[in-house]
Nanobody, 115 residues
Framework: QVQLVESGGGSVQPGGSLRLSCAASKSILMISAMGWYRQAPGKQRELVAVITSAGLTNYADSVKGRFTISRDTAKDTVYLQMNMLKPEDTAVYSC?????????WGQGTQVTVSS
């Protein structure tokens, strides 16, 4: 079982930055992939960024060049650095751990981009 605790959400003006953190209860090197997803009101949840245990990353087209996913294996924490935020980035952001057995989700953190 993997427990995930997210932090770092909040409110920011367009063009601003936020960094989200997702702390895992086990070594992230033992987790196949760690991903950030988001769900805006009235929309389906979508993948934002993912990092594999090998360190490979992938991003949604809508955030490429603005968001960066990274990890600190010593802290078993994955980060999502979000720059040049837009109002359309407003959503609940959730962390997911993909293992060989099942997926685990964090509780989610709200990100609001508004002037």
């Amino acid at each position: 079982q993997v427990q995930l605790v997210e932090s770092g959400g909040g409110s920011v003006q367009p063009g601003g930055s936020l960094r989200l953190s997702c702390a895992a209860s086990k070594s992230i090197l033992m987790i196949s992939a760690m991903g950030w997803y988001r769900q805006a009101p009235g929309k389906q949840r979508e993948l934002v960024a993912v990092i594999t245990s090998a360190g490979l990353t992938n991003y949604a087209d809508s955030v490429k060049g603005r968001f960066t996913i990274s990890r600190d294996t010593a802290k078993d924490t994955v980060y999502l650095q979000m720059n040049m935020l837009k109002p359309e980035d407003t959503a609940v952001y959730s962390c997911k751990a993909t293992t060989q057995i099942m997926d685990y989700w964090g509780q989610g953190t709200q990100v609001t981009v508004s002037s």
